[in-house]
């Protein structure tokens, strides 16, 4: 990987066809020590550390973040409804005393926004604390570089916040602000702030709950999806214990080193000293820890593909011999790798059983040959079939993976696994001792247990958990809030209707069973239009959790989940008013 500066003015475009030329005359100039490079990708630094599914689940957040912002507007938009229905006799007769309806409606945004004001200084404080208190932790426990968490705020950060407050401030006040503008002194009068308007209100408020109670599905489903998938992880069970392996990194110096056969003789040596210990049980390398590795194309070439493109792509593992043993790997079939499978001899493969069965079907793969990527005349052939290997993306069925010898395919950093008999936090010095005695060049790097390493690993998905469930119970929360204002509101405005019903003869139960039935409907409405929103949202997740296992409980969870709490939220007011003395209810004004 070659990192570079990009000049002032120059674009993307213009800077790689720069350097696909000086790539060009370099590659005529030395043609021998530059054959098969090429530029593989160019790309800016930021989109090679932030890939794909990092931006989807970004996306996925940023999702999240805007229903739950427009549950809040829809919530203010309800509370300013009541508040001006409340106050449509003050409003009346400050129309009927000559204010203009532009002054109502400045009157009632000005209010508003005193109230967003006062919001925006504890909203801030409370984001400072925050990204101090818990997200600048975090991402330097992530090793994160710098400019994805910089928490030092401008003038640029506070006016979008700004911008996005007066944005809805002005959505959320604008709408009942201006159907409140309209009541008249007369409407008033003959409507006695019982039906009309007030009826007139209530879709309004009714749309507004449907909406969040669809946001609140949607956000919750993608809260229960991400906490689902890191239950999924942490249940996972690997054929060795992660608190008995010590796990290091070894870097070699490339003038020392340079050659193959002096790293392979470096970490036989410091192999052998490393096993020396009493409190040593196994020592092997591997180029990823515990089996997560990346994909590489590996085919048969007995079968024909129209491009490199089509090339199979499988789980790739550079380990060193004794691995499997040491890491409690089963080998089915075969040898595993031994000190012989070196750059002098001729390359070998060790294959997973289910990837024997999905490339030979039931014919025996031992002595078979495999082509690994382009290198069409140094094949791999199939000297041993292992079990399965635990794999980084949970993909339990299709466990498709090889692994080439560490001692053919030599790296210049060393991934190395120590098997031990007791703690392994107390070998550590011992371990760097023994490697400066071996290359005093060589760099000791990330020494953790396994189980600190698989750790480290989840904490970036444990961020997004976190913000995930945040957001979900917030939407719940504000969803229940919402639907217990609308349908509260609507209780007090028909509270004469109630007490004339139950005057008549209608039960306490048949009120609240109608008042229920009302509720009901737009809870259904909300929740299958939240179904729709959480199937987009899970599309997004899918791309990022992959493979996603998903249970059909989590999907019925987060439904019974919405239900009972929106029943909740409707059934305390309708109670309210299903049970009030007719005689006092009619003695309302």
Known sequence: M???????????????????????????????????????????????????????????????????????????????????VKRSSELAIRSALGASRKQIVMQMMFESAITSAISLV????????YMNAVLHDLFVQLNAPAWMWNDSYGVTHLVFVIGVLILVTTVSTLIPALRASRTSLNDLLKDSSRTGSSLKMSVLGRVLIIFQIAAACAVVTGAAIVAYFLHDVNSQQTDYDPDQFLYASIGLDSHTHGEASSRVALMRNLKRALESNQEVA?????????????VSALRDPQVDYPSPDAYPKFYKWVVAPGYFEVMGIPMLAGREFNDFDDTEHPRVVVIT?????????????????LIYGDDV??????????????????????RTGFMISAYQ????????????????????????????????????????TLRERLESFQLGLRFFFVLFVTFGIGALVMAAVGLYGVVSFSVSQRIREIGIRLALGAS?????????????????????????????????????????????????GVLLGIVAVSCLAILVPAVRGGTTDPADALRID
């Open 2 to 84: 070659v990192l570079g500066r990009v000049a002032e003015g120059v674009s993307i475009p213009t800077a790689k066809a720069q350097l696909q030329e000086a790539f060009d005359s370099i590659r005529k100039s030395l043609p021998v020590e530059n054959e098969g490079y090429t530029i593989a990708e160019f790309e800016p630094f930021k989109d090679s550390i932030v890939d794909s599914p990092t931006r989807m689940i970004f996306y996925a957040m940023a999702i999240c973040a805007v229903l739950v912002l427009f549950m809040g507007c829809a919530i203010v938009s309800n509370l300013i409804t009541v508040r001006s």
């Open 122 to 129: 504890l909203g801030w404080l409370l984001m400072e604390w």
């Open 282 to 294: 196994g020592v092997t390398y591997s180029s990823q820890f515990f089996g997560f590795g990346g």
């Open 353 to 369: 059983d289910v990837l024997a069965r999905q490339l030979f079907g039931e014919e025996d793969p031992l002595g078979k040959q």
């Open 377 to 398: 005349t140094n094949p791999l052939t199939v000297v041993g079939v292992c079990g399965d290997v635990f794999q980084s993306d949970r993909d339990r069925d299709k």
């Open 409 to 448: 395919e030599v790296w210049m950093d060393l991934g190395l696994n120590i098997k031990m008999t007791e703690d392994p936090r107390s070998f550590e010095s011992k371990l760097i001792q023994t490697v400066g005695s071996i290359d005093s060049r060589a760099t000791v790097t990330g020494v953790s």
């Open 508 to 556: 306490p139960g048949q009120m609240v069973m109608h008042v229920f039935r009302q509720g009901l409907g737009n809870m259904a409405i909300g929740v299958l239009l939240g179904a729709l929103a959480a199937y987009a949202l899970r599309y997004l997740l899918a791309v990022v959790l992959n493979p996603l296992y998903e249970s059909a409980w989590v999907y019925i």
